[in-house]
């Protein structure tokens, strides 16, 4: 049974940084290729970074070089690092494969705010 669980979000003021985590169980999480996605009320979930099995790395036009997403096998963890945080990152954050399982987790709310 797919289990995701993400954390690490909370409230930050502009151009702070967080560091979210996801712990997938389940799976074998080593085969892999892991994205992190993010929700505002009223919108699709979008893409915004992935990291495929062998640490290729690719990110969406909003976030690219602000954002840097990372995995450790030996931990089933994927991460995403957010430097210089906008108010527009303001969202629910999910992590699932790239081609998502049907299973989400519960995500993890950033607010970007002053």
């Known amino acids: 049974q797919v289990q995701l669980v993400e954390s690490g979000g909370g409230l930050v003021q502009p151009g702070g940084s967080l560091r979210l985590s996801c712990a997938a169980s389940?799976?074998?999480?080593?085969?892999?290729?892991m994205g992190w996605y993010r929700q505002v009320p009223g919108k699709q979930r979008e893409l915004v970074a992935r990291v495929t099995v062998s640490g290729f790395t690719n990110y969406g036009d909003a976030v690219k070089g602000r954002f840097t997403i990372s995995r450790d096998n030996t931990k089933n963890t994927v991460y995403l690092q957010m430097n210089s945080l906008k108010p527009e990152d303001t969202a629910v954050y999910y992590c699932?494969?790239?081609?998502?399982?049907?299973?989400w987790g519960q995500g993890t709310q950033v607010t970007v705010s002053s």
């Open positions: 389940g799976i074998n999480f080593g085969i892999h290729n």
């Open positions: 699932n494969r790239v081609n998502p399982f049907s299973t």
